[in-house]
């Protein structure tokens, strides 16, 4: 049996679910648009790049369709697995290294708990 889900079927139900979002709130999407193209605007990390990164947080946020849709993306642009596994290894590093820098806040947080 196979369980791997069906990325590409996944990514044209969620444009499409996107889509039907739009027409309901425009100005979410277009202000999502203006965000996402504003960093390419600098010209100063080439579209691939830009591609990885997104991957990499997709990763860290835990997002299905960003990893959907910048996976095929990175892919058109170019990108190799080899480049998307170092930037993932980055994400996962930093992920284990959020856990230690909250776990130090937990000890914090427990530390201020007034005595009895």
């Known amino acids: 049996m ?5 990325w590409n079927a996944y990514r044209d139900a969620l444009i ?9 709130s425009p100005d979410v999407l277009r202000g999502l648009n203006t965000i996402e193209g504003s960093g ?3 010209g100063r990390l080439e579209p691939k790049m830009h591609e990885i990164i ?3 947080v997709a990763v860290t946020t835990r997002c299905d369709g ?5 996976a095929k993306k990175a892919i058109e642009l170019g990108a190799t697995e080899g480049e998307i596994a170092e930037a993932l290894g ?4 930093l992920n284990a ?4 820098t909250y776990s130090a ?3 914090d947080a427990i530390a201020s708990v007034p005595q009895k």
Not at 66 to 70: K, P
Not at 97 to 100: F, K, T, Y
């Open 2 to 6: 196979n369980n791997m889900q069906d």
């Open 16 to 24: 499409s679910r996107v889509g039907d979002f739009a027409k309901l």
């Open 40 to 42: 390419n605007k600098t």
């Open 54 to 56: 997104a991957l990499a």
């Open 66 to 70: 960003c990893i959907a849709v910048h």
């Open 90 to 93: 980055v994400a996962i590093a």
């Open 97 to 100: 290294g959020a856990a230690l």
């Open 105 to 107: 806040r937990v000890f």
